[in-house]
Every structure is written in C-alpha cells, then in structure tokens.
C-alpha cells in the first residue's frame, strides 16, 4: 500500500484546511486508516482514526469537535478536515493505514500502521 498526503499549507487561527490521503496498491487491504501529526523532538500523536470496513471514527480529545474524519472508499481517499485552527495545531501531519489480518488492541497507537504517507506540514499563524 502507498499512500500520499497533501493539502497542508500556511492558515490564519480560526481557520480551515483539509488535508487528503491517496491510497493505491493493496487497498481492498486496508482495515483502518488514521491522521497522526508530529512536531520537533515531540512523538508522533494521534489525531483521528477510522475504520475502513465499517466507518468507526475516533477522535484525540485536543480535536474533536474541530476535525472530521472521512474516507471515500470508492477513491480510495481518506480527509482530515480541520476547522477552527489553532497555533497548538501546527505540525506535520500523517496518514497512516493498518491492513487486515491482524488483532488490533489500540488504534490510537502510530505502532499499529504499517504505512504511512510522507507527511504534510500544516501551519497555523496567531
């Protein structure tokens, strides 16, 4: 599986971005996809999970309510939409995918996916 983030970008506080992940390759493998997002010196933290078979979404505390979550099976896509944008949410963010087959006992846990996408920098000025 190859996936491939993009829509970061520089955005004013209170602001909105929506970032998106192309999967290709093995998708019909894909049993959760996930937004992780990391800044310097810092590990990398989830933000928002869902299940690709049955749409299961989990939220971070620090977005919920700010974020969406969604994955468009038939494009293979998967968006992380951002609204109401704060300087705490500057980071770079990744998207990740965990295949089938295998007994998951946290997806909030970036040790669960086993590919990820190269990173999209998002920055949010005050």
């Known amino acids: 599986v190859q996936l491939q983030a993009s829509g970061g970008g520089l955005v004013q506080a209170g602001g909105s971005l929506r970032l998106s992940c192309a999967a290709s390759?093995?998708?019909?493998?894909?049993?959760?996809g996930a937004w992780f997002r990391q800044t310097p010196g810092k590990e990398r933290e989830f933000v928002a999970t869902?299940?690709?078979?049955?749409?299961?979404?989990y939220y971070a505390d620090s977005v919920k309510g700010r974020f969406t979550i969604s994955r468009d099976n038939a494009k293979n896509t998967m968006y992380l939409q951002m609204n109401s944008l704060k300087p705490e949410d500057t980071a770079v963010y990744y998207c990740?995918?965990?295949?089938?087959?295998?007994?998951?006992?946290?997806?909030?846990?970036?040790?669960?996916?086993?590919?990820w996408g190269q990173g999209t920098l998002v920055t949010v000025s005050s």
């Open positions: 990740a995918a965990a295949l089938g087959g295998t007994y998951y006992t946290d997806l909030k846990s970036h040790y669960e996916y086993q590919y």
């Open positions: 869902i299940n690709w078979i049955d749409g299961r979404i």
């Open positions: 390759g093995r998708t019909v493998s894909i049993y959760a």
